[in-house]
């Protein structure tokens, strides 16, 4: 399986950004979906996560304002982030979960693969 990020840089309080993640599973069937992101001196949080039944969940930081989606024709996962602010600063990762998993936003060690991450940074 690979994911790799695209879609970061850098955007003023208020802003949007869309994340994108292009997977390549191959036989591999993901059950789960994710985002996370790592600030300095902080561990990898989960935001947003998409099962492969459609159900989302979202860190309560962001409700309202991201929103997790997926194209599954491109097997991209994307993640839009409005009103953007310098608290969502951080490095984001997708993931994907080939084993079914706990409702809502679980910890980043339920997840099998990943992506190298990309940067995304808030002024204010």
């Known amino acids: 399986v690979q994911m790799m990020e695209s879609g970061g840089g850098s955007v003023q309080a208020g802003g949007s950004l869309r994340l994108s993640c292009a997977m390549s599973?191959?036989?591999?069937?993901?059950?789960?979906m994710g985002w996370f992101r790592r600030s300095p001196g902080k561990g990898r949080e989960g935001v947003a996560r998409l099962d492969s039944d459609g159900v989302t969940a979202y860190a309560d930081s962001v409700k309202g304002r991201f929103t997790i989606s997926k194209d599954n024709d491109k097997n991209i996962l994307y993640l839009q982030m409005n009103s953007l602010q310098p608290e969502d600063s951080a490095m984001y990762y997708c993931?994907?979960?080939?084993?079914?998993?706990?409702?809502?936003?679980?910890?980043?060690?339920?997840?099998?693969?990943w992506g190298q991450g990309i940067q995304v940074t808030v002024s204010a």
């Open positions: 993931a994907g979960a080939h084993n079914p998993l706990l409702p809502g936003i679980v910890d980043d060690l339920w997840y099998h693969h």
């Open positions: 599973t191959g036989p591999v069937r993901l059950y789960a």
